[in-house]
Every structure is written in C-alpha cells, then in structure tokens.
C-alpha cells in the first residue's frame, strides 16, 4: 500500500543502520514462504511495545505488528528483490542520521504524517477495507 523509510531513533537501534524501510502492506497478502515468524516484544522510547516477527533461523526481523495484525510492516530488506522497492516517504527526519541524503522529489516529515494527505486513492481504498475505522 505503502512504503516508509523510518529515520526514527527505535528503528535506528532494532535494525542497527540508519534508518529502516517497511512496505505497509495487508497482512492476507504477506506470504511467508518457511518456517514461522517468531512474535518479540520489542520496547519503544515512548513505553509502548512493538511486535517484530523474525525468523525462527537466522532471527532476521521480517515484518512488525503496531498494534494491529491487519496491516503488517515488511522489512524491505527480506524480500527477494529488495531494490524493487523505493520509499513513498522519509519518516522521523528529525532523527536521521547527518550523513543521510534524502532523494529529491519523495515526501520528508520531521515525524508522522496524515495518511489521507499522502496516500494514493488507490491505498487508502486498500487500507479502509482491512480497517475501516481509518476511513
């Protein structure tokens, strides 16, 4: 539906890189192709908690839950093309790291977003139907 690059301080320190990017996508179309994703509480600066899946092998984070199983956040880095994926936009620029170079042309935030501000229609339709409540 969506792709984020987060620049925030938690996915600085859970990816260990700079920043972290997701595909915000529904969950019925997440197909795990071995094993289980093993749930981890992982704790957030602000004393909430996030589930990261990861694999029950190598223990790479392979999507996150934020509260709701309905949409999932997939690491972009697990996929098997990796590169066919760019970021719709740089989240928490507030915290990125200096040496980063932001792209010319793709949405920055210093923190969120209003999703129906930025989302194609097209998404939004996707979101609305698997959460209605954010319609």
């Known amino acids: 539906m969506f792709v984020h690059c987060c620049h925030c301080l938690n996915c600085q320190r859970q990816t260990g890189s700079a920043f972290v990017i997701n595909l915000l996508i529904e969950a019925d179309r997440v197909e795990v192709t071995a094993g289980k994703p093993q749930p981890v509480e992982a704790p957030?600066?602000?004393?909430?908690?996030?589930?990261?899946y990861r694999c029950p092998e190598c223990q790479v984070a392979v999507f996150s839950d934020y509260g709701g199983p309905e949409v999932l956040f997939v690491r972009g880095g697990t996929l098997d093309d990796p590169a066919s994926v760019a970021p719709?936009?740089?989240?928490?620029?507030?915290?990125?790291?200096?040496?980063v170079t932001?792209?010319?042309?793709?949405?920055?935030?210093?923190?969120?977003?209003?999703?129906?501000?930025?989302?194609?229609?097209e998404s939004l339709e996707r979101l609305a139907a698997v959460l209605p409540s954010r319609a």
Not at 88 to 99: C, E, F, G, N, Q
Not at 106 to 113: A, D, G, I, L, S
């Open 44 to 52: 957030r600066d602000d004393g909430s908690v996030q589930t990261i």
């Open 102 to 121: 932001l792209p010319d042309g793709v949405p920055t935030v210093e923190v969120y977003y209003d999703t129906r501000q930025l989302w194609p229609a």
């Open 88 to 99: 719709d936009v740089h989240i928490y620029t507030r915290s990125k790291l200096p040496w």
